[in-house]
C-alpha cells in the first residue's frame, strides 16, 4: 500500500471525536456534477458505502473545521484559523467572550467542530449503485472506525478500502436517540469499483467554500463592515484558491426554485448517471 496512504489511515484511527453538522461545499457545483448528499438515515439504520477516493495517495477524506451558530441567522463558515492559518474573526470573538465572562454554552457552541469531507457510493443495492458517488458530510466517529478497521488484527497489514480492485464495502448502523449515534462497523470485500466511479470527481479544494474576513464579522456582529458600505460594488471576492463571491453563493442559495431550472438540472443528472450507468457496463 502506498505509505501515505497508510500513514492517513493509521492517524484516522487514533484520532478523538466529536462535531456536528454544517454546510461548507458548492452545493450547486456538486449537483451539476451529478454528485448529491449521502444520508445515513436508512431503514433500521442499515448503511453500505464504498468511499471513492479523489487522489491515489494520502488521506481519502478532506478534515474540515466550521464555526456553527454564528451570529442571528445561525450561520456556519469554515474556520480561517484551523483551514487556512490565517486571523479567524469568529476565534476572536470567542476570546472577547471568555474575557467577558460569558455563557459557557454560548462559547462552547462557536467552537471550531471537526468533520471529514469524503465521496462515497451507496452499495445498498444496484439502483443505489447507479446513482454515482455522493458527497458525505462524515463524522470523526466513523472516520475512525473505518481507519482502525483498515488493518488485519492477524498479520498487522494495513488495508485500504479505497482501493480501486482490492478495496472494501463498509458496513455500519446509524442509531437515533437523544444523541445519534454509529456502531456495526465491518469491512467486505466485494467486486472491484467500476472505472466511471472516479471519472468527474472534483478535488475537496475546489468545492469547499471559503469565507472572507468580512463576512464573518458581519455575522457575528450583526452589521455590515465599513469597508463593504463603501465599496459601491461589494467587492468581497474570494482571494485564493479559485473560490468564488459569497454574494453569487447566497443569492443561488436564497432564491426559489424555478421549476423548469430545477427540471433541466435534474435531466442534466439523470444524463451524467446514464453515463456512469452505460460505463460501468462496459466495465463489466
Not at 437523544?178 to 469491512?187: I, N
Request: hydrophobic residues 25%; glycine residues 8%.
Amino acid at each position: 500500500m502506498d505509505e501515505a496512504r497508510a500513514k492517513a489511515l493509521n492517524d484516522g484511527a487514533n484520532m478523538s471525536t466529536g462535531g456536528v453538522n454544517f454546510n461548507y461545499v458548492d452545493v450547486s457545483k456538486l449537483e451539476r456534477a451529478g454528485i448529491d448528499r449521502y444520508d445515513t438515515k436508512k431503514p433500521k439504520g442499515n448503511n453500505f458505502i464504498r468511499i471513492v477516493a479523489p487522489s491515489k495517495t494520502g488521506a481519502f477524506g478532506r478534515e474540515i473545521w466550521k464555526h456553527g451558530n454564528v451570529g442571528a441567522n445561525n450561520a456556519t463558515f469554515l474556520c480561517l484559523d484551523k483551514m487556512y492559518g490565517e486571523k479567524c474573526p469568529i476565534c476572536e470573538h470567542i476570546q472577547k467572550l471568555k474575557r467577558a465572562n460569558a455563557d459557557s454554552d454560548v462559547v462552547k457552541e462557536l467552537y471550531p467542530g471537526r468533520r471529514f469531507l469524503l465521496f462515497v457510493v451507496d452499495t445498498t443495492s444496484k439502483d443505489t449503485e447507479d446513482e454515482g458517488p455522493k458527497w458525505f458530510d462524515c463524522p470523526i466517529t466513523i472516520y475512525r472506525e473505518v481507519c482502525g478497521l483498515s488493518q488485519d488484527r492477524r498479520t498487522g497489514e494495513k488495508i485500504d478500502p479505497t482501493d480501486p480492485e482490492d478495496g472494501r464495502d463498509i458496513e455500519f448502523v446509524r442509531n437515533d436517540g437523544k444523541r445519534t449515534s454509529y456502531g456495526g462497523f465491518k469491512l467486505v470485500k466485494t467486486d472491484p469499483i467500476p472505472k466511471s466511479w472516479y471519472e468527474d470527481l472534483p478535488t475537496f479544494d475546489d468545492i469547499l467554500l471559503k469565507p472572507t474576513s468580512d463576512e464573518m464579522e458581519e455575522a457575528v456582529s450583526g452589521t455590515r463592515s465599513a469597508s463593504k458600505e463603501t465599496d459601491p460594488k461589494g467587492d468581497d471576492r474570494r482571494d485564493t484558491e479559485g473560490s468564488r463571491d459569497r454574494s453569487t453563493r447566497d443569492e443561488s442559495r436564497e432564491r426559489p426554485d424555478d421549476s423548469e431550472q430545477a427540471a433541466s438540472v435534474r435531466g442534466k443528472i439523470d444524463e451524467i448517471r446514464n453515463r456512469r450507468r452505460s460505463r460501468s457496463s462496459d466495465d463489466d
